[in-house]
């Protein structure tokens, strides 16, 4: 009987606690009854309680729906998984740099004198043969040598005339042989007498038709300095567009001009023999300096050995019309030296340059596309992987030690997890361990958008449920 009344005081306690927690969350004892399964229930959302179910399993959630126009501000990209062969490569900085002896080159005094006239200033385009300086010579030398090709060349018409009106005596016996072989023999003397003085005056910067007159007597007291040949002389000018705006179509033919870099020469100004008066470039022909560190100059040996091609990307090309990109190149040679600044050891790939010509005035105007200290990035190959995919770097998503990418399922994007086996700045290298096949269409671009979007929905719930901040779940069944 004791225990009978002991069971029925503990059922009161209980139910007297659970009256106060209902009258604690105002009264309504249908949130706290299980709801009922069957579709035909009439009851009402507003009749609904919230059901908490705080320690319910709900499962990660792994698909986006977007709408087209959320795609069209991605401007979101798809397309298949394609299975290649991808090369790793490794990164170089490098800069553009002039090619030593063929770049530059400097214009000399052939003799000493004083500049009279500057026919040319720097930045102005000029080609072989054009008149640059006229110097009037002050220098005893150049008129000496003058002076000596005038006695020559006189030395050599008095004794051409003595041979011819001795020869005819000499063949009678008037006089002896011997002294018509003396007179040969001091004609060949003069003859190269003469030559030697011509070479002289035309190494002097003398034209063929002022040492024709200076062995005529008549001397000259001023040269002008021109624009020294082309490496190929037999290279023709630049065919120029007639139009006076700038041709922007990038010329690949080697221009036989130069442009005057620097102007040292100043009106009156005196100058000796072998003294540079100007300096000019023509950059058609540049070198790309790399540096590399010790431990990739084996990779670099191996490169230059083999002649495998390295990509060169412009790092510093605002300027529009050019070409995207430029063709591979090799190394052309490895310093034996070690840069005792950054410890690094410099290589040299050719570079061939473009340009274009645009109206300035009466003359034209030179612009190169690459420049000297322009800098660049270098890509090395060393490795091969087969039987991979490659896809944009912006693909992928990273999170902790998992990767991601989101493939299109008609109007979902499903995220699948891959393995990445290599990564640069604009490219990743995907496995094909069957986590993703071949030929499936995957988002190219966008993957840490449309992973933020997937983490702010949060797991998903099943029909009819959905859940609040708090942890609840409120249904509408």
Request: one cysteine or more; a negative charge; aromatic letters at 6%.
């Amino acid at each position: 009987m004791n225990r009978e009344f002991k069971i029925v005081g503990a059922a009161a306690v209980t139910f007297g606690m659970v009256g106060v927690v209902i009258a604690a969350r105002g009264g309504r004892l249908n949130d706290w009854l299980p709801r009922s399964t069957d579709p035909s229930s009439t009851t009402s959302p507003a009749a609904t309680a919230n059901v908490s179910m705080p320690g319910a399993p709900m499962g990660p959630n792994e698909q986006v729906k977007l709408s087209p126009q959320a795609e069209d501000n991605l401007r979101l990209s798809t397309g298949p998984m394609r299975i290649t062969t991808y090369r790793k490569t490794i990164e170089i900085p490098g800069t553009v740099v002039d090619r030593p002896g063929v770049s530059d080159r400097g214009v000399v005094s052939p003799a000493a004198g004083v500049v009279s006239a500057i026919h040319r200033h720097a930045g102005d385009v000029v080609r072989p043969g054009e008149p640059l300086f006229t110097l009037r010579l002050v220098g005893e030398s150049l008129h000496s040598s003058q002076t000596e090709l005038f006695k020559a060349t006189k030395d050599q018409e008095i004794t051409r005339e003595q041979i011819d009106r001795l020869d005819g005596l000499a063949q009678s016996g008037g006089i002896p042989q011997s002294r018509l072989i003396e007179l040969r023999n001091d004609l060949r003397r003069s003859e190269v007498a003469v030559q030697a003085h011509r070479q002289d005056l035309r190494l002097r910067g003398l034209s063929a038709e002022q040492i024709h007159g200076v062995a005529e007597g008549n001397f000259v007291s001023e040269v002008i300095v021109v624009v020294p040949p082309h490496t190929n002389p037999s290279d023709d000018p630049p065919e120029e567009s007639p139009s006076s705006e700038l041709d922007l179509a990038p010329q690949a033919t080697e221009p036989a001009v130069f442009e005057v870099k620097e102007l040292t020469a100043r009106l009156g100004q005196q100058f000796q023999a072998g003294e540079t008066l100007c300096s000019l470039s023509n950059h058609q022909s540049l070198f790309i300096e790399g540096q590399a560190f010790q431990k990739e100059v084996a990779l670099l040996q191996r490169a230059a050995e083999n002649r495998f091609p390295i990509r060169v990307e412009i790092l510093e090309e605002t300027e529009q019309g050019w070409p995207e990109s430029i063709p591979a190149v090799v190394i052309h040679h490895i310093s034996n030296t070690l840069n005792d600044d950054n410890r690094t050891v410099a290589f040299y790939l050719p570079l061939e340059n473009q340009f274009r010509t645009y109206e300035r005035g009466p003359d034209k105007g030179l612009v190169w596309r690459f420049r000297p200290g322009q800098r660049v990035r270098l890509h090395l190959e060393f490795e091969t992987l087969k039987n991979v995919f490659v896809l944009p770097a912006e693909a992928v998503v990273k999170e902790g030690p998992e990767f991601y990418l989101f493939r299109r399922d008609g109007g979902v994007l499903k995220r699948k997890p891959v393995h990445v086996v290599h990564q640069t700045r604009d490219e990743v290298v995907i496995a094909n361990d069957g986590s993703v096949p071949p030929g499936i269409h995957v988002a190219k671009n966008g993957a840490v958008q449309l992973n933020r979007v997937l983490k702010s929905q949060g797991s998903p719930a099943p029909a009819g449920v959905h859940v609040h901040a708090d942890g609840s779940v409120h249904t509408t069944q």
